[in-house]
């Protein structure tokens, strides 16, 4: 129950193209879910959260979109540049400890 | 200033060897965390700390010693160590009451 099931575990992508990746759980007491996006070599770096008050949250290309219904969230990036190529990790929490549970990651490639 | 630091970058030692991670935060948070990355794979939490004390241990073998003698730093002693403990050390922090961890760029231990 505590897993998040991410997709897909590599993407590549045209620049300008839109990048999406999606995650699934089981624990209906998660209420925070945090993208990470991990460069090689360096450590993840917090890029959006949503809670499931709301079903979806923009900050400049990045966008989570949120069903609470189906226990889904994803992540889209638009107009994906070059640079936006990483590894993206989703997670979930919102028990005590603040312990967060991640997805398997997805490894994006934005083709020049 | 979201900046969690850690030193050293890179560490290579051998089974027998005595090391030690340093994490520095001066965020004010007052819960730090130390986890573990290997090549293609999430993070995984290996101990959480909440006002200097341990909170959380993930099960984690016992030549993996967590110390924090401040509110700022963080500490993880190695002893006796296994080339299968190679991998990425990575420390994060965050307040209390918020889920928003920032993590550090992480050390590459590689165990010989």
């Known amino acids: 129950q505590q897993q998040v099931k991410q997709s897909p575990q590599s993407l590549i992508v045209q620049k300008g193209g839109i990048s999406i990746i999606n995650c699934a759980y089981e624990?209906?007491?998660?209420?925070?879910f945090p993208w990470y996006q991990q460069f090689p070599g360096k450590g993840p770096a917090l890029l959006i959260a949503i809670r499931p008050d709301v079903s979806e949250k923009k900050e400049g290309r990045f966008t989570i979109s949120f069903n609470k219904s189906a226990k889904q969230f994803s992540l889209h990036i638009m107009d994906s540049q070059p640079g936006d190529s990483a590894t993206y990790f989703c997670?979930?929490?919102?028990?005590?400890?603040?312990?967060?549970?991640f997805g398997g990651g997805t490894r994006l490639m934005v083709k020049p | 200033d979201t900046e969690v630091t850690q030193t050293p970058k890179h560490l290579v030692m051998g089974m027998t060897n005595k090391k030690s991670l340093k994490c520095e935060q001066h965020?004010?948070?007052?819960?730090m965390y130390w986890y573990k990355q290997k090549a293609k794979k999430p993070p995984e939490l290996m101990f959480v700390y909440s006002y200097e004390k341990l909170s959380i241990n993930e099960s984690v073998p016992s030549r993996f010693s967590p110390e924090c003698p401040n509110s700022s730093l963080l500490n993880l002693h190695l002893h006796a160590l296994q080339p299968e403990d190679s991998a990425l050390y990575l420390c994060a922090s965050s307040r209390l009451a918020d889920y928003e961890q920032y993590f550090g760029p992480g050390t590459r231990l590689t165990v010989t």
């Open positions: 997670a979930a929490t919102g028990n005590a400890g603040n312990m967060l549970t």
């Open positions: 965020m004010g948070h007052r819960a």
């Open positions: 624990n209906t007491a998660f209420d925070y």
